[in-house]
């Protein structure tokens, strides 16, 4: 393999990382707008949950990239093993071992998502509570393993992803976040 | 006609005469129970019997029994339910039943269970009385495999066919979305018959006599008898077999009540219909003379109304009830029923406002048919005959006043 | 034609399926899609009712034939 390739290979699974967490983060956001039943001004619900989607699929194409690339570049030592079995890594492996959990955790949500039309809501919604924890352990893998980790461009994509996320939770788990649907609406008492 | 051909063994005991069929027996023993109806029949072709007979259920929704049991019996592999459930307040026929004649519905459920192929039958009550004297009947009969008795929650909408199946699956007691045919998939995932243990019993007797003999009382389209549940303002409330097709009038006197005394009476039970008084004399007890009126004999429910009540004030009782008997499931039911329920009861306490009227038949309209059951679109045509039938109350009302508070 | 079926244990009154068929639908008081008038999809609005059946995030519509 050429000199280029390898330096190709090594970006390439840097940048996609990058990317595939703001992808999860921007999904993230939507899924708690989605819950949350409201629209925004300018952004129908279905919009919201269209792109949620859509950002979560790109998110996982870039994951399948970077994790590829990663495979072909001889210098990250990446073994198949390594996607599913965490922390017997050989670069960095409680780092890596973090981004393998959070993949496979990502495929069973996904997998799921596709399939929930058979599977039915409950199982649904059940598995994807773990994007709750898919996200943050992806960020502590790219903090972790990330070759960029010190660099202040990705701490800044960091800091504003946690910002958003965070944010996001914060609105979800406050009192006011439950306004629609009939668990939701008081009805009058029935004396 | 139907030929002997369908008789196998021949009958050691003469069929009741006249109305008094499903309630014959002296007592609930399983010797008294031979002594009168005779022994277990054998049917050649049960199905094609209640077709004959026109049996159709007799647990509200008067469906065709043969047709129920032909879709389970092409599927296989199948499991009968007996529904005794009998959620509905002023009812009292299918437990009545059961401690009376438990003989006749376990009957039935064994001959519908041969007729489908299923080797499962279950029988649901919410009564512990009931449970036992079941349970010590199935005992009796010694069967190798006897009924399983299970309790269901005492709820108005638990006796609903996919609630008793869900119930029977270990899940929570409340009606699945109407697409989910319980003859597709019920208990266990089984094709399932969920038949009233009244129906049960008419079958049972159809097995025994055959469907010419069935049809010896009643009307042609509705044939047989049914048990009614009488209370209200009567002398004797309680459960009395009656042939369809007689008339209200008719029935209010067997029962101990005077049509002259009664303001209104409500057939078909909480979810059904009031009939003025009227026109009691002449209603008689049939889909054709109760349609009219939304009305049909349903479970077979009679709750009459004396001049000593408000038609408004019990309706507005009946509606609030009903809104707190809502499974909790479906967003126009639980938000709708009860903002209905308070609508009329603002009018029925004399709280008048303007669009009061308008309100109650808006919410009507929001919550008819928008539910995985019939429990909204039951409410909604009982309050629609209450405002119908109480116009002139209403009228009253919006002026603030009650003819029943006068008049005392 | 096709029918839309609501599967009212599973809605929640979200509104999505609202926003995709406002020839079809409005919302009640309470958010719950309720018809207009008659739940028979034109051909020229299946895509979106699809779409509807799609979208929803409690799985509670269908499209019957």
């Excluded at chain 1, 990705?154 to 946690?162: D, K, L, Y």
Aim: charged share 20%.
């Amino acid at each position: 393999m050429s000199h280029t390739l390898i330096t190709a290979l090594w970006w390439l699974g840097r940048g996609t990382g990058v990317m595939a967490l703001v992808m999860f983060t921007i999904s993230v956001v939507l899924g708690i707008l989605t819950r949350s039943g409201r629209s925004v001004s300018w952004l129908p619900r279905f919009a919201a949950t269209d792109l949620h989607r859509t950002a979560a699929l790109t998110g996982t194409t870039l994951v399948g990239i970077h994790v590829g690339s990663l495979l072909l570049d001889p210098y990250a030592q990446l073994r198949l093993a390594d996607l599913v079995i965490p922390f017997g890594g050989a670069y960095r492996p409680l780092w890596l071992g973090l981004g393998t959990t959070a993949a496979d955790l990502l495929l069973a949500v996904v997998v799921t998502s596709l399939l929930r039309h058979r599977i039915g809501p409950r199982a649904f919604r059940l598995v994807h509570w773990a994007t709750y924890v898919v996200w943050p352990v992806a960020l502590l893998h790219g903090l972790g393993t990330g070759t960029d980790a010190a660099t202040p461009w990705f701490r800044g994509i960091a800091v504003g992803c946690a910002a958003a996320v965070l944010g996001a939770v914060a609105w979800r788990t406050s009192p006011s976040f439950a306004e629609r649907g009939w668990r939701r609406i008081p009805r009058k008492a029935v004396s | 006609m139907t030929s002997l051909a369908d008789v196998t063994s021949p009958m050691a005991v003469l069929p009741p005469e006249g109305a008094r069929r499903l309630l014959a027996a002296a007592d609930p023993s399983l010797a008294t129970h031979r002594a009168t109806f005779g022994p277990m029949p054998v049917p050649l072709d049960l199905v094609r019997l209640l077709d004959s007979a026109g049996l159709t259920g007799r647990g509200g929704a008067g469906f065709p029994t043969a047709r129920k049991l032909r879709s389970v019996a092409e599927r296989g592999h199948g499991v009968v339910v007996a529904n005794g459930s009998e959620g509905e307040p002023a009812s009292a026929k299918d437990r009545t039943l059961l401690m009376h004649a438990p003989h006749l519905v376990l009957d039935g459920l064994a001959l519908v269970a041969a007729a489908v192929g299923a080797r499962s039958t279950y029988l649901v009550t919410a009564r512990a009385d009931v449970a036992e004297r079941v349970r010590a009947a199935a005992q009796e009969r010694g069967d190798r495999r006897p009924v399983r008795v299970a309790a269901v929650v005492d709820r108005f909408v638990s006796g609903e066919e996919s609630a008793v199946v869900n119930r029977l699956n270990g899940r929570p007691g409340v009606p699945s979305d109407r697409m989910v045919r319980v003859y597709e998939r019920g208990v266990k995932g089984r094709p399932t018959v969920v038949s009233n243990v009244e129906t049960l019993a008419h079958v049972a007797l159809v097995a025994r006599w055959g469907p010419d003999w069935f049809r010896e009382v009643g009307t042609d389209e509705q044939p047989g008898t049914f048990l009614a549940s009488v209370s209200g303002a009567t002398a004797s409330p309680g459960v009395y077999e009656l042939p369809y097709g007689t008339s209200l009038g008719q029935t209010l006197r067997s029962s101990g009540a005077r049509p002259g005394d009664l303001q209104a009476v409500l057939v078909g039970g909480f979810h059904g219909a009031w009939i003025p008084a009227h026109d009691l004399e002449q209603v008689r007890l049939t889909r054709s003379d109760l349609q009219p009126y939304n009305a049909s004999v349903g479970a077979g429910v009679l709750v009459l109304l004396g001049h000593d009540r408000c038609g408004l004030v019990e309706s507005a009782g009946i509606a609030r009830y009903l809104a707190g008997q809502a499974a909790g499931q479906c967003g126009p039911c639980i938000n709708g029923l009860p903002r209905m329920a308070d609508a009329l009861t603002a009018l029925a306490r004399g709280h008048a406002r303007p669009g009061l009227v308008e309100e109650v038949h808006r919410l009507r309209g929001l919550v008819a048919g928008r539910g995985a059951c019939s429990h909204p679109d039951g409410t909604a045509r009982f309050v629609a005959s209450a405002m119908r039938v109480f116009a002139d109350e209403v009228d009253v009302h919006l002026g603030g006043g009650c003819s029943v508070a006068a008049a005392r | 034609m096709s029918r839309l079926h609501v599967d009212w244990t599973r809605c929640d009154g979200h509104g999505s399926c609202v926003e995709l068929l406002p020839e079809l639908l409005e919302r009640d008081d309470w958010g719950y899609p309720l018809a207009l008038g008659s739940l028979e999809v034109p051909a020229a609005l299946e895509e979106h009712a699809w779409h509807a059946v799609d979208v929803c995030p409690l799985l509670a519509l269908r499209l019957l034939a």
